[in-house]
């Protein structure tokens, strides 16, 4: 029966990670794509999104949570930082699950680490921005953390 559960949970780990790693492609895609965008078309299709009735009412909570976060990301350093962040955030993400695909001891506490560092930032951010992403991304992020630090201790047993 342990060998059941332990087969269970490796399963559920190499789905986490595939879907982290699958996380961490987008991001660097979207960092790459983020950089050559004009604000202009970023404007655009917002309003767009905003006129046709995607979000619901207009003047609605959603249509104006996208059009002030845009405006933000338009003016300022916001873009810079959204590529930066993405860019740097995919490649992280995409080393750890190379190591940890690869059984790297080593990388498991390393993993865990980085990736507490991303939810306190996540969740610092969320609070500062009011974003409705990043506490998902953060709760998502806690639960690789589990999953990375009972497959590190099987290892280590094994």
Excluded: C
Aim: no cysteine; glycine share 6%.
């Amino acid at each position: 029966m342990t060998e059941a559960k332990t087969t269970a949970t490796e399963k559920f780990f190499r789905i986490a990670i595939a879907i982290k790693g699958l996380d961490g492609a987008l991001q660097v895609v979207g960092a790459l794509i983020l950089a050559f965008i004009p604000a202009s078309t970023v404007s655009g299709f917002t309003h767009a999104v905003i006129t046709r009735d995607l979000l619901g009412d207009p003047s609605g909570t959603l249509a104006r949570h996208l059009e002030s976060a845009t405006e933000n990301f338009l003016h300022g350093d916001t873009k810079t930082f959204a590529v930066a962040y993405l860019l740097a955030h995919g490649l992280i993400k995409l080393g750890l699950v190379w190591a940890l695909a690869r059984k790297i001891v080593r990388a498991y506490p390393v993993a865990a680490l980085i990736l507490s560092a991303f939810v306190v930032y996540e969740v610092f951010r969320a609070i500062h921005t009011h974003s409705i992403a990043l506490p998902f991304f953060a709760a998502l992020d806690v639960v690789i953390i589990v999953l990375v630090l009972r497959e590190y201790r099987q290892l280590k047993r094994g």
